[in-house]
């Protein structure tokens, strides 16, 4: 799990001053915490995510953002409660939940929202 300045967010994630609609630059989708070292729901969070980050290896990138130290990525985004959770598809806008979810909250979303492009969809012809 990488923590993430703004810099390393504009060159794996979005490239906000650059762009000005969503533009994933990443090669895998993720996910980000946002989050701050003296928030308990965020302390709940992050053995969670830990384990998350292994399950999902080599599929989604799960990165922290600490909501203190990079004010402006927290700005940018609207941050106003913690923690908060980007999830980011390659192909599609980006969607926030808020608060400490549960590991199968986390991993329904994650599936559904992160992985769908993944599964493949059986067509018949009758």
Not at 7 to 35: A, H, M, R, S
Request: aromatic share 10%; glycine share 4%.
């Amino acid at each position: 799990m990488e923590h993430l300045t703004k810099e390393t967010f504009l060159q794996k994630v979005f490239n906000y001053e650059k762009n000005k609609q969503w533009q994933f630059e990443g090669e895998l989708p993720c996910l980000i915490d946002f989050y701050a070292d003296w928030c308990q729901p965020c302390k709940i969070v992050a053995p969670i995510l830990e384990e998350l980050a292994e399950e999902y290896k080599g599929k989604i990138n799960i990165y922290k953002i600490d909501t203190e130290d990079q004010q402006e990525l927290a700005a940018a985004f609207g941050i106003r409660s913690i923690p908060s959770l980007l999830f980011c598809p390659k192909d599609e806008q980006p969607q926030m939940a808020m608060g400490a979810l549960p590991k199968d909250t986390l991993k329904q979303v994650i599936e559904d929202v992160l992985l769908k492009n993944k599964k493949e969809e059986v067509v018949t012809n009758n």
